[in-house]
């Protein structure tokens, strides 16, 4: 068994998104949001059907990538690794093979709140692109992040629309900061709203997929996306409108067991 728990998904009161995608401003040309392949190359994503990319995960060491624990049962991944058979994935045009999977202990359904995390180990040292270390400071609040995603895309006014497997970003303010992440997608027609050049929100997909602060030094991944919080009025044709907050596990206050597990030699398939 490589699976270090059961898999049980339980967000309460949040939507999942499961495979990848990226809303934006529908006042700013969609090219201002995307990015060459080339770019942002420590993010994968886990599944493809067709056009879809189904959820992301980010290389975090040489031997060890980050994603949403509920895209392991989500995708072919968890049965593929139960089964005893390594899972394939692309990063940066090269075939990698992931053969272990290492749960959050505190993803099971009694618990609250739920930790939606699971480190994903590579039997072989992924020697490129160069990882991208997780935030350890907890001074997330009111930082921009970067977003990254492939697959549905869509504006504000309306949410999502079509899947076209285009890879893009996007940017937000964290407007809260405690057990997890949020940000806002703010409206740019009203006013005193201060909207970002980029802003933008979670597309139905993003699960797994980063959040990034950026400093002079270099990328560090401060969040994990777990899904989109359910308002009155949500609904999954709906979803990425504008006012919709976006969720995230927080990673500054998991940084100890997360790097307690990757610099562990306990983790062997």
């Not at 560090?220 to 006012?243: K, L, R």
Request: net charge negative.
């Amino acid at each position: 068994m490589k699976i270090s728990s059961v898999l049980t998904v339980c967000l309460f009161g949040i939507f999942a998104i499961n495979s990848h995608g990226i809303i934006i401003r529908h006042d700013v040309a969609p090219g201002e949001y995307a990015v060459r392949s080339s770019e942002f190359p420590q993010v994968f994503f886990l599944e493809q059907r067709g056009n879809r990319k189904i959820c992301g995960a980010t290389l975090i060491s040489a031997h060890w990538a980050l994603t949403a624990a509920h895209c392991v049962s989500e995708t072919l991944l968890g049965s593929t690794i139960e089964k005893g058979e390594e899972f394939q994935v692309e990063i940066s045009n090269s075939e990698r093979n992931i053969d272990l999977i290492v749960i959050h202990p505190d993803f099971v359904s009694q618990h609250v709140p739920e930790v939606d995390l699971a480190l994903l180990h590579f039997g072989e040292e992924v020697n490129f692109p160069k990882p991208i270390p997780v935030n350890t400071e907890s001074n997330e609040l009111g930082e921009i992040i970067t977003l990254v995603g492939w697959g549905y895309f869509g504006l504000g006014t309306v949410g999502r629309q079509y899947d076209d497997g285009s890879k893009r970003r996007a940017q937000n303010r964290v407007t809260r900061a405690d057990q997890q992440l949020r940000t806002v997608f703010d409206d740019p027609r009203i006013s005193g709203r201060e909207t970002l050049p980029l802003e933008g929100t979670l597309g139905l997909g993003d699960s797994g997929g980063p959040a990034f602060l950026e400093y002079s030094e270099g990328l560090v991944i401060a969040g994990v996306s777990v899904g989109e919080v359910e308002g009155t009025e949500f609904s999954e044709e709906s979803q990425g409108q504008y006012g919709s907050v976006a969720v995230f596990e927080r990673l500054s206050i998991h940084a100890e067991s997360t790097n307690s597990v990757t610099n562990s030699d306990n983790y062997t398939a």
